[in-house]
């Protein structure tokens, strides 16, 4: 599987924090403590990075923000909702698209357990 290892580390994470801190808080605060958490555990990571748009050959820049890129390679986004919907995972798969990553994580902290909140997605 592509980059096992480091979607293991990244998944580690994620359960540290959900343990710590529970389900119920929003997105912003499980962000941040998982910032905390690749940096205690010295995973490389860039935070809200800016995507852009391709059209017509030209780069627009909507705003759009990736919760994580981690080292370069995993696109992580982050969610706090009751269920995962389909299109959680169709945004999941646009932001592969305009980062140009192979590999993404979905991970809805919004559970009881983490495992069951997790979606890992391939281009």
């Given at each position: 599987?592509?980059?096992?290892?480091?979607?293991?580390?990244?998944?580690?994470?994620?359960?540290?924090?959900?343990?710590?801190?529970?389900?119920?808080?929003?997105e912003s605060?499980?962000?941040?403590?998982?910032?905390?958490?690749?940096?205690?555990?010295?995973?490389?990571?860039?935070?809200?990075?800016?995507?852009?748009?391709?059209?017509k050959?030209?780069?627009?820049?909507?705003?759009?923000?990736?919760?994580?890129?981690?080292d370069?390679?995993?696109?992580?986004?982050?969610?706090?909702?009751?269920?995962?919907?389909?299109?959680?995972?169709?945004?999941?798969?646009?932001?592969?698209?305009?980062?140009?990553?192979?590999?993404g994580?979905?991970?809805?902290?919004?559970?009881?357990?983490?495992?069951?909140?997790?979606?890992?997605?391939?281009?």
């Amino acid at each position: 599987m592509l980059y096992e290892e480091l979607t293991g580390q990244i998944i580690g994470a994620a359960m540290e924090v959900h343990r710590e801190v529970g389900p119920g808080l929003l997105e912003s605060a499980y962000q941040a403590c998982l910032a905390r958490e690749f940096t205690l555990r010295n995973i490389p990571f860039e935070r809200e990075k800016p995507v852009s748009v391709a059209y017509k050959g030209t780069q627009i820049d909507c705003g759009y923000r990736l919760d994580f890129l981690v080292d370069g390679k995993v696109v992580v986004e982050l969610k706090s909702v009751s269920a995962l919907e389909p299109v959680h995972e169709a945004q999941l798969l646009t932001y592969l698209k305009l980062a140009k990553c192979k590999v993404g994580l979905l991970i809805n902290f919004h559970v009881l357990i983490l495992k069951s909140g997790i979606k890992r997605k391939m281009l």
